[in-house]
């Protein structure tokens, strides 16, 4: 039932402004009685939570769930669903006002003028849904093609970026509801199942229109040309000789189609979008190898609107011996601790030469198979894992082989395990923010996320203005993590995100306010007592813990020493005596930085040593994060890596008695293709993700740490068949997944990503910053250094790069949830990844070979 109120606006500034709802009453003016709930529907220039919406006069406990839908960054669509505690009924009497708090920290839009046009938007009814809908009838024609008959086409409706999509055949109608506004319209193309046959879909009339509330809206639907082509299923078998060798492929159809990808023996692809008909030529480049020619021969192939199978194996392959009379012999000589009775492999490669030697893990000479070739080599080792250990390999990145002196110098160290206590201990896992929405649950079980992460305590800062005496944040977190691991039959950790001091705006006279230190501490004991509560047979690491993220950073860039003063020992102490806990400290907790480190390991290990936990570092703290675009070769990743990995290790932060389990590594919170990342030079093609992860590994190797790549967005590049926005900031594109996941729809070939990206102008988006650091565009960014290839998942590597575990994700980021300004974004793409994931899991199993 539609309710009558009267709309007063209260406080009414250019940040702050409210509007009171008072008179509520049913529409024959009888007083009004709740069964169920109260809404609330209204459109704001400015977002809105469950915190702005006040109750006046009432005499119960009421709750509000705000529903929020993000239409352009100065429009929202806003439900409030008030219901009373217990859910009980309850009757609005003459003096039940409500208030709603409209916040602009910017003062842009300025609410003492912009919030009048949106005072006419509001609704309020009873046990009901406002009927702010209008309809829209959409009607397609049959399809010219009988194939494509029943295969649907997705019709979008956009606002300002936000897409809600419905599906529809060939030859029917669809009814769909939208809020009553106005809309762009746009279309999927008909697609086969085999994808060798395109159908173009038109809208017939305007692709603009406007939604009324009560009204039908009539879209009609027609088909224009026919496109056809054909598609390779390509495979090579396992080549015995061969099997570690990387095969350059080429495909051509006459001058019209030309495609090169690489595969490994044993791998197989599918590509589409060749041209219908024609002779497909399939050449492999030949490869030398131990003084040995391998060369392929292949058949071609006719293409005829179809798929064309294409299965190689050795009778494809000829091998020729290569004269090597006056080579010269080669030994390897090992440095090692390390004696496993197992093998690696070393490559040495040049323009015209490789040779493959698998050495002993054994500290010693090791001479070569075969004699070598005299001239300049890359050398090409990478770390292995043995019982779920990761061992670092490293040598020269180039040998030259002469007459003389032909030892090739190569070390062998142990490092980080893989196993982290909390976190799965036999493959790679993925985790996600969470903001704690109505939608969370579903999207992370769907997903199959590992761990949650969230900010623990009120502000998500460590509170330092208060003592906290509940921390609802925490409660709640594990309380959702226990009914996604019900779902999915597999644990799911809770990791709380949590402060003793927060350093995030690099205000370093917090580490001097000992009133801040001691709110913070004693919230910190809480958030731990709170994990404890929560341990039982079938959770013995309750909780996990992120402690202080940006402090190790900022102190870095401010080149803090390990002795600078803090007023450690009596802070703790008074959040100790807070929680009447009479624990003594011990001798490391100091009043310096390294002290009040100690400090907050010992807590942990003392108060919940069942918890597990680690600390956090940044790109940033070597002065600045810009050095990630310097990246056509790994050296600057490998230098920043180091300096932050010896300042972690002056300020002992994994050192002593009381040391942490694991390492986070920040990349930065913002999806790549929005205005956050690319004017704050955070936007990352495939180069600057590889240089991330080189960094990433670096430290996990100069720590001999288990890492976690931390607050990861898990956006994609859209590709040519995606429906991308005129203004798409609130899509969340990004690039982090195709690298991460893998997109082999994407490939390696720029033309495959989407034209409104791929052409979209950083220095006419005040992002000029971008143009000298990658290009004048995200097609310049995707093709440095030689151009890319995402076909296959970067994540492959990642354990031997010490990482167990990646979180992805923030609260106006992309993760394992949509982001909290747009709830609408479709994570379809990436459910169907991270369901293929767990199908086949990156194992912590031996990568060495038997001797």
Request: some cysteine; charged content about 15%.
């Amino acid at each position: 039932m539609v309710l009558l109120f009267k709309t007063t606006v209260g406080t009414t500034g250019e940040y702050y402004s409210s509007v009171q709802l008072s008179d509520i009453k049913n529409s024959d003016s009888s007083k009004v009685t709740v069964s169920n709930f109260l809404e609330i529907y209204f459109q704001s220039p400015v977002s809105i939570s469950s915190e702005d919406i006040q109750f006046n006069k009432w005499d119960n406990t009421y709750s509000s769930d705000v529903t929020l839908t993000k239409v352009s960054d100065q429009l929202f669509n806003v439900a409030v669903k008030i219901t009373a505690k217990e859910s009980l009924a309850f009757t609005i009497d003459a003096d039940n006002d409500i208030v709603i708090g409209f916040n602009s920290a910017s003062g842009d839009p300025d609410l003492s003028t912009a919030l009048e046009p949106f005072l006419d938007t509001i609704e309020l009814t009873v046990d009901a849904e406002p009927d702010i809908y209008g309809t829209v009838e959409m009607t397609s024609v049959a399809s010219p093609v009988a194939a494509l008959q029943d295969v649907p086409f997705a019709v979008y409706f956009s606002q300002s970026g936000t897409q809600y999509p419905y599906h529809i055949k060939p030859g029917q109608s669809v009814t769909g509801q939208l809020v009553a506004g106005k809309y762009d319209v746009s279309v999927d193309n008909l697609v086969s199942e085999d994808g060798n046959i395109t159908l173009e879909t038109l809208i017939d009339g305007d692709s603009a229109i406007d939604v009324v509330t009560g009204e039908t809206t009539r879209l009609a639907f027609s088909f224009g040309k026919v496109m056809k082509s054909s598609s390779v299923d390509f495979s090579i078998g396992a080549l015995s000789e061969l099997s570690e060798e990387v095969l350059a492929v080429s495909l051509a159809v006459g001058s019209s189609y030309q495609h090169a990808f690489t595969l490994r023996p044993g791998e197989n692809i599918h590509l589409s979008n060749l041209p219908e008909t024609g002779q497909l030529t399939v050449s492999i480049a030949s490869v030398t190898l131990n003084n040995q020619r391998y060369t392929f021969t292949v058949p071609t192939y006719s293409l005829s609107n179809d798929t064309v199978s294409i299965a190689l194996d050795e009778s494809n392959v000829t091998v020729e011996a290569m004269p090597s009379d006056d080579f010269i012999q080669v030994a390897v000589a090992l440095q090692t601790t390390v004696d496993i009775g197992k093998s690696f492999p070393v490559r040495l490669v040049s323009s015209d030469m490789t040779y493959a030697q698998h050495v002993v893990i054994k500290s010693g000479q090791q001479s070569f198979a075969v004699k070598l070739k005299p001239g300049k080599y890359s050398v090409e080792v990478g770390n292995f894992i043995y019982d779920k250990t990761v061992y670092i390999v490293s040598a020269d990145n180039t040998f030259t082989v002469a007459a003389t002196d032909n030892l090739l110098a190569i070390k062998v160290k142990k490092s980080a395990s893989l196993v982290v206590k909390g976190f799965n201990s036999d493959y790679l896992t993925f985790g996600g923010c969470t903001n704690l929405a109505a939608d969370n649950e579903q999207y992370l079980t769907e997903l199959h996320a590992s761990s949650i992460f969230k900010y623990a305590g009120s502000g998500g800062d460590g509170d330092p203005g208060q003592f906290l005496e509940v921390d609802y944040a925490t409660e709640n977190t594990i309380a959702l993590a226990r009914k996604i691991e019900a779902s999915l039959s597999k644990p799911v950790l809770p990791v709380m995100i949590s402060y003793t001091v927060q350093l995030s705006g690099g205000d370093v006279a917090e580490l001097n306010n000992s009133e801040h230190l001691t709110h913070s501490f004693a919230n910190f004991i809480l958030t731990l007592q709170t994990a404890l509560k929560h341990k039982d047979d079938d959770h013995p690491v309750p909780v996990g813990i992120i402690v202080n993220p940006d402090m190790l950073g900022t102190c870095q860039q401010h080149d803090l020493a390990a002795d600078y003063a803090m007023p450690v020992v009596a802070s703790l102490q008074a959040a100790l005596a807070h929680w009447k806990i009479t624990q003594s400290l011990p001798a490391e907790v100091t009043d310096d930085i390294k002290g009040y480190i100690q400090g907050v390991n010992w807590l942990v290990r003392t108060l919940a040593p069942d918890v597990t936990f680690g600390w956090q570092i940044n790109l940033w703290g070597v002065g600045g994060s810009q050095w990630v675009y310097d990246n056509a070769t790994d050296e600057k990743a490998i230098k920043a890596a180091r300096q932050t990995a010896d300042y972690v290790s002056t300020l002992g932060v994994y050192t002593g008695n009381y040391i942490p389990d694991f390492l986070a590594i920040d990349r930065y919170e913002a999806d790549d293709l929005t205005t956050r990342s690319y004017v704050n030079a955070y936007c990352y093609g495939p180069s600057e993700w590889k240089a991330y992860f080189v960094y990433c590994a670096e430290i996990s190797a100069q720590l001999a740490l288990p890492v976690i790549p931390w607050q990861i967005p898990s956006s994609r590049t859209p590709l040519t068949d995606d429906s991308v926005a005129s203004s798409f900031e609130s899509q969340h594109w990004g690039s982090a997944a195709n690298y991460i996941l893998g997109d082999p729809a994407l490939g390696s070939d720029v033309k495959n990503i989407h034209p409104a990206i791929r052409n979209f102008k950083f220095d006419e988006n005040n992002a000029g910053n971008m143009v000298a650091l990658v290009g004048e565009t995200p097609e310049a960014m995707y093709q440095k250094n030689g151009g890319f290839n995402v076909s296959l998942p970067a994540y492959a590597d990642f354990p031997k790069y010490g990482i167990m575990h990646i979180m992805f994700g923030g609260g106006s980021t992309l993760g394992m949830v949509p982001p909290v300004d747009n709830a609408s974004v479709d994570m379809t793409w990436l459910a169907n990844k991270f369901s293929h994931y767990v199908e086949a899991p990156v194992g912590f199993d031996d990568s060495v070979l038997d001797i």
